[in-house]
């Protein structure tokens, strides 16, 4: 019986208009169909190719909002999810092989950066699923990190809608999770970009409707450089606070 995937996306892979990226957003996502979802997501990682700055990853007491976008194809068994999880991870990592995580038996477990997890809706009839996709992560010698248990499932709860509602319209999600370091406060995330740039990572997230409980201290820290360069995310930030709400 097919079963539905859906991509829970934290950050850039929902805009970035790297052609690697645009290509599987375009091929595989049904980007008209996306949906707000909460997920328990900050910034938390430094990154490599954007200056040290800081992206999102999952972390257990974070309370923020992402994005649920529903792939094209349905899933039949493992083989589907498979397929779907390779094509994750290497439009994550920008590289032409495509495994489910950063490293396999020839590399450094402490070097691991990040893997691909999966959340299974409650229900007997995907066990099957459940036990080929953990097999498959063992076989694969993928090293979990942040909330990917061992087994390779997301150890986070099914996510709800923005407005509270039950998530219907998938059976199976996908999510690349990355290695946390350290817990910043919203005054380092928003100086590691005032002195580096790759701000836009920030704003655009913003935009797009990627939040953290920290965005208010961000902006405010932020606030002046880009008031012009910015104009929609900027909206959206002082409508906030207007609010009460930032």
């Known amino acids: 019986m097919p079963m539905r995937c859906g991509i829970l996306i934290i950050g850039s892979l929902l805009w970035d208009p790297n052609k690697i990226r645009s290509d599987w957003r375009d091929s595989r996502l049904r980007m008209d169909e996306k949906i707000p979802v909460s997920a328990p997501i900050c910034y938390g990682r430094p990154s490599s190719t954007r200056g040290k700055t800081y992206t999102m990853i999952f972390r257990e007491d974070a309370i923020g909002k992402a994005v649920l976008v529903p ?3 349905d899933i039949d068994g493992v083989p589907g999810l498979l ?3 390779r094509e994750l991870w290497a439009t994550e990592g920008l590289v032409k092989k495509k ?3 950063s490293h396999t038996k020839d590399t450094d477990p402490q070097k691991a950066w990040g893997c691909v997890g999966v959340l299974f809706r409650k229900g007997d009839d995907l066990n099957d699923l459940k036990e080929g ?13 942040s909330l990917v248990s061992k087994d390779g499932i997301l150890s986070i709860a099914w996510p709800k809608k923005v407005d509270g509602s039950e998530l219907t319209e998938a059976d199976v999600i996908l999510a690349t999770a990355n290695k946390p370091e350290g817990q910043p406060t919203a005054e380092q995330i928003a100086d590691a970009w005032l002195g580096a740039g790759h701000e836009e990572y920030f ?4 935009s797009h409707g990627i939040r953290t409980a920290e965005d208010g201290g961000i902006w405010k820290r932020l606030q002046r450089p880009w008031l012009r360069r910015y104009p929609e995310a900027v909206k959206t930030l002082q409508q906030e606070a207007g609010k009460g709400t930032a």
């Open 133 to 145: 996709w953990t097999k498959k992560f063992h076989e694969s010698r993928t090293v979990n990190v």
């Open 71 to 73: 792939c094209k194809k």
């Open 99 to 101: 495994p489910i995580g």
């Open 203 to 206: 704003f655009n997230n913003v």
């Open 83 to 85: 397929d779907e999880a």
